[in-house]
């Protein structure tokens, strides 16, 4: 049954152009993964002050600290979570791209970790839901292990060998059945209107975490 993922994961690369896509529980674990496998322990990370509260929370809990800008992001959908420092190769952590779908945007976003929201408000209405789109096998497979329990998707456990202490985040056989469906009927494009989010930086739990 687990095979319709894989399904709708690859009906995800066709459409958007990216190499992978992995399936996640929400854009959140998404974002929070990303920041995880750059390595963003005790790194600054800079990110637009007025979006959902669950992407700066996805930072702190990957043990980074906040920076935040004035950066208006909401009429194109998407922005990116960067590395601060000036001496990083590849500055950008991920693409929180929850308000933004299109067809081919994997040549349109300049970055190689975009996060998706299946949220029931977002563009593949499911209810719950996300994805990562990444450029390589390597990162493809960290993914997997770090969503399934450090664990190979698609083996028995008694026969498995795990791989790394992971997270239970995986994506339901039901909501890929309902995304595929979804996904059929989808324009070529898809910007969800400006949402009124707080000021993030107004609540000293996310900015006090930077001293």
């Not at 700066?56 to 998407?78: C, K, M, P, S, Y």
């Not at 493809?140 to 026969?159: A, C, Q, S, V, Y």
């Not at 009124?196 to 930077?210: C, G, I, V």
Request: charged residues 25%; contains cysteine.
């Amino acid at each position: 049954m687990w095979e319709v993922v894989k399904k709708f994961e690859k009906a995800m690369c066709e459409y958007t152009g990216a190499p992978y896509a992995v399936a996640v529980e929400s854009c959140s674990a998404a974002l929070f993964l990303c920041c995880l496998q750059q390595n963003i322990r005790g790194q600054r990370v800079t990110m637009p002050r007025v979006t959902y509260p669950s992407a700066a929370a996805a930072v702190i809990h990957a043990g980074g600290t906040l920076e935040f800008n004035d950066e208006r992001w909401q009429d194109r959908g998407w922005y990116f979570l960067e590395n601060a420092r000036l001496d990083v190769m590849d500055d950008v952590i991920a693409v929180d791209s929850a308000k933004f779908l299109a067809r081919r945007m994997w040549s349109e976003i300049t970055g190689d970790r975009i996060c998706l929201s299946f949220h029931h408000k977002k563009a593949i209405p499911i209810g719950r839901g996300g994805m990562i789109l990444c450029e390589r096998k390597e990162d493809d497979e960290w993914f997997r292990w770090m969503k399934h329990d450090g664990r190979t998707e698609g083996t028995n456990l008694t026969t498995d060998t795990l791989h790394c202490v992971g997270w239970n985040m995986s994506f339901t056989p039901e909501q890929a059945a309902r995304g595929l469906t979804l996904l059929s009927n989808l324009p070529d494009r898809v910007v969800l209107p400006p949402e009124p989010y707080q000021d993030l930086s107004k609540y000293k739990f996310f900015t006090e975490a930077n001293r």
